[in-house]
């Protein structure tokens, strides 16, 4: 399997290539056509070959030439939550009048129930499964891959979900990170790697205890910068640490292991 990151928009896609077929993650907004098409041609790959498109969310800059594409062959697979809202950006497209806007043939699309999706990945040698994640829309959906890939389209970062407690976003969060992933891809951040198996501790074999230590220290009011001496570990782990601690009630070493990330990879 394969994962080519196209960057042709101001939104970033993903072709992913299966043992048996290939899948694109995301589009541009309208009028990125031509670009998209050099784009894959720099893969030496063409239109034609991409068995499915699925969409994260419906808004224009994800779903703008999803089918322009479509009418090359690829299918637009609409999962069952997301059929009320595949139209939901023509209004937005039909005002930009110089902008050609193609909206989605309806008779076209392949609507699949979201708890088939495995089934469906596997059909074209991929290992994973799609996800419903509300929380930035209600029709957002990510893709995990078995591998540890999770794309998440315009999912509020992880870094940021200590602004969210309590809502659909940590609700999709916590259903994302029990797939363990190790690389997020989001719509339009930077892709991050997550820190589970400890890497943003080096030179410290047990991350686990250097967490609850940490913690430990958080309890007993010792400042920061003296915790950064007493464990040897990088400043940034130890901000990091603290501010999951403070920020999520009654979170656990694990808990704060799942949410903490290495910034811009
Ligand atoms: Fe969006």
Redesign the pocket.
């Known amino acids: 399997m394969k994962i080519h990151e196209l960057k042709y928009s101001n939104t970033n896609t993903f072709l992913i290539e299966g043992d048996s077929g290939k899948i694109l993650f995301d589009t541009g907004w309208a009028g990125t056509f031509s670009a998209f098409c050099k784009a894959i041609g720099e893969l030496h790959v063409s239109a034609q070959e991409i068995d499915y498109i699925l969409i994260s ?1 419906f ?1 224009p ?2 779903m703008g030439i999803a089918q322009e594409i479509a009418d090359l062959g690829p299918v637009v697979v609409v999962m069952d939550l997301q059929r009320d809202h595949v139209h939901d950006s023509d209004v937005i497209f039909a005002k930009e009048k110089d902008t050609a806007f193609v909206p989605i043939a309806d008779e076209r699309v392949r609507i699949l129930q979201i708890s088939e999706s495995r089934e469906f990945l596997k059909a074209v040698g991929i290992d994973g499964e799609i996800l419903s994640t509300p929380g ?2 209600d029709d957002s959906i990510s893709l995990c891959l078995d591998s540890g890939e999770v794309f998440v389209g ?1 999912l509020n970062p992880l870094y940021e979900l200590e602004l969210h407690r309590e809502t659909q976003i940590e609700d999709s969060w916590n259903k994302i990170l029990k797939a363990n992933p190790k690389v997020v891809y989001y719509g339009h951040a930077k892709a991050t790697e997550i820190a589970a198996a400890g890497a943003a501790v080096s030179g410290h074999d047990d991350v686990y205890k250097q967490v609850s230590k940490i913690m430990k220290l958080i309890d007993k009011g010792v400042s920061l910068d003296r915790i950064q001496k007493k464990t040897g570990v990088d400043t940034s782990f130890v901000e990091d640490v603290a501010r999951m601690y403070l920020t999520h009630q009654n979170v656990g070493v694990q808990g704060i292991l799942d949410r903490i990330e290495i910034k811009g990879k």
């Open positions: 969310h808004h800059d994800h930035h829309s315009d």
